[in-house]
């Protein structure tokens, strides 16, 4: 069983740069597809975006076009999501998910996910 890890979160400060990174607990991180949703208290969790493992097409939810930045590492089994100029309302906790097949990943039918790492943008 597969089990990912989200790691980079903490506080920062508006306008300071922030990333978080994904890895496999075992093993490589090597899904068909990824993604980075987010969650703050009492709302559903929410897309941020998308990469095709393999050949690393991005798409984004049109909050985060922009502003946020998805990419990999295919050797090291690495997902990563950098922030762009981080604002308060971006605090949340960041979760990382992978699904293992094409089928899945269109219709994000997730296989696994991180147990989140809470981000807190200070203004």
């Known amino acids: 069983q597969v089990r990912l890890q989200e790691a980079g979160g903490g506080l920062v400060q508006a306008g300071d740069s922030m990333s978080l990174s994904c890895t496999a607990s075992?093993?490589?991180?090597?899904?068909?597809?990824a993604s980075w949703w987010r969650q703050v208290p009492a709302k559903e969790r929410e897309f941020v975006g998308t990469i095709d493992w393999g050949n690393g097409g991005t798409w984004y939810a049109d909050f985060a076009w922009g502003r946020f930045k998805i990419s990999r590492d295919k050797v090291g089994g690495i997902l990563y999501l950098q922030f762009n100029n981080p604002q308060p309302d971006d605090t949340a906790v960041y979760y990382c998910a992978g699904a293992s097949s094409a089928e899945k990943y269109y219709s994000r039918q997730y296989d696994h996910w991180g147990q989140g790492t809470q981000v807190t943008v200070s203004s």
């Open positions: 075992s093993g490589t991180f090597s899904p068909y597809g």
